[in-house]
C-alpha cells in the first residue's frame, strides 16, 4: 500500500486565522518536544478552566466549552457577552493546543512521506539503519508524562480541531508499524505504544468504550476510530473482551456499536477470523439477540447499497455459525 494511500489523512491541516502571536512560530516548528511541551501547558490550563467551571456549578459541561466561539475582547477587558481578559487567555490556550497538534501530525505525516519516497527510491529494500526520528520523538514526548493517556480521558474538553488531531496522532502511532511500503522502518515504534497501552489499558480503553456514551458525535466516532486501531494488536484485542474488571462493559458497548450506521467497530469483533475464545463467547451468548436485530438493521440502505448489504451478510452468517470449542 502506498503512503499516500495508507496515512494520506495525516497530511489535512486546518488553516487559523488570528490567536497568538505564537502561530507563526508553532506552524513552522521542527522541534517535537517544545511542541508537546506547549501542549501539556496548553492542556493544563484547559483543564483546570474546564474543572473550575464544573465546581462552579454553572450548568457548562466540559464539550459545551470547547465548543464555544472565540472570546473578542473589548477594551474594558471584558468580552463580549461578559468574558473576562482570564477567558481571553483561556482561548488562547485553546487555539494555541489546536495549531501545536495540527503541526506534529503534520511534522509525522511528511517523515512518512520522505521515508517512503526514499524506500521506493531504493528499489523497495529497508533501510535498517534509520530511524524515524520524529515518531520515536512524538511517542516519547506524549508517554513519558502520559500526557496522552490524561487528554484521551479528558477529550471532551479539548477544541474540536484538537480532538481531531490528537485521534490522528494516537491512530498513527498505534498503526504506523502495521501500514505502508515502508512499515518495517516503523515496527518498534506502533509495536511500543501498542505496550504502552496495554500497560495503561483500564485508563486508555476504558477511556475510549465509555466515550461511546458521550452526548458529542464528534467524540463518538473519534473513540471509534481510535479503539478500532487498538484493536489491531492481538494484546489489545484479547485484553479488551477478556479482562473481567472490562466484560461489563462489553456487551452494551457492542449493542450500542451494533446500532451505528456502519457498524464498523462490530465487524471487527465478529469477522475477525481469529477471535480469542472469551470473544467468541460472548458473542455466542448473545447471538440470537444479534442476529434478529441486524436481521432488521437498514432494511431499506440494503436495496441501494450493495456492500453494505454483503457486509451485513457476512457478519449475520458468522454469528449464526459460531460454535463453542471445549478446551
Known amino acids: 500500500m502506498l503512503e499516500n494511500q495508507a496515512f494520506g489523512?495525516?497530511?489535512?491541516?486546518?488553516t487559523r486565522g488570528g490567536g497568538s502571536e505564537n502561530h507563526t512560530a508553532i506552524e513552522s516548528s521542527t522541534d517535537i518536544h517544545q511542541l508537546i511541551s506547549g501542549v501539556t501547558c496548553d492542556f493544563e490550563t484547559i483543564k483546570t478552566a474546564a474543572a473550575s467551571v464544573v465546581a462552579e456549578g454553572s450548568g457548562e459541561t466540559p464539550s459545551t466549552i470547547s465548543a464555544a466561539d472565540p472570546t473578542e475582547e473589548t477594551s474594558s477587558g471584558v468580552g463580549i457577552g461578559g468574558e473576562t481578559k482570564e477567558s481571553a487567555s483561556i482561548e488562547v490556550h485553546r487555539q494555541d493546543i489546536t495549531t501545536r497538534l495540527d503541526r506534529i501530525k503534520t511534522l509525522l505525516y511528511e517523515e512518512r512521506s520522505s521515508s517512503t519516497a526514499a524506500y521506493t527510491s531504493r528499489g523497495s529494500t529497508p533501510n535498517y539503519n534509520w530511524i524515524p526520528s520524529v515518531a520515536t520523538a512524538t511517542f516519547k514526548s506524549v508517554t513519558s508524562s502520559n500526557l496522552i493517556c490524561d487528554m484521551i480521558t479528558n477529550l471532551e474538553i479539548l477544541p474540536f480541531e484538537a480532538r481531531k488531531s490528537l485521534a490522528a496522532i494516537f491512530n498513527y502511532l498505534c498503526v504506523c508499524g502495521m501500514d505502508g511500503v515502508d512499515s518495517q522502518q516503523f515496527t518498534s515504534v506502533s509495536q511500543a505504544f501498542g505496550g504502552y497501552v496495554f500497560q495503561r489499558a483500564h485508563l486508555i480503553l476504558g477511556a475510549l468504550v465509555k466515550g461511546h456514551e458521550c452526548k458529542s458525535v464528534d467524540v463518538i466516532l473519534l473513540c471509534g476510530a481510535m479503539l478500532r486501531s487498538?484493536?489491531?494488536h492481538v494484546t489489545l484485542y484479547q485484553w479488551i473482551l477478556a479482562d473481567p474488571q472490562c466484560v461489563t462493559l462489553m456487551y452494551p458497548f457492542l449493542e450500542r456499536c451494533v446500532h451505528d450506521p456502519n457498524f464498523d467497530v462490530f465487524k471487527i469483533f465478529v469477522a475477525n477470523p481469529s477471535k480469542p475464545p472469551e470473544v467468541v463467547k460472548i458473542l455466542y451468548d448473545n447471538?440470537?439477540?444479534?442476529?434478529?436485530?441486524?436481521?432488521?438493521l437498514h432494511k431499506e440502505r440494503e436495496k441501494s447499497d450493495e456492500q453494505f448489504r454483503d457486509e451485513k451478510g457476512l457478519v449475520i452468517g458468522t454469528l449464526e455459525d459460531l460454535e463453542l470449542v471445549e478446551r
Not at 489523512?9 to 486546518?14: G, H, M, Q, S, V
Open 9 to 14: 489523512w495525516l497530511k489535512t491541516a486546518i
Open 287 to 296: 447471538k440470537v439477540k444479534l442476529v434478529k436485530y441486524l436481521e432488521g
Open 230 to 232: 487498538c484493536l489491531r
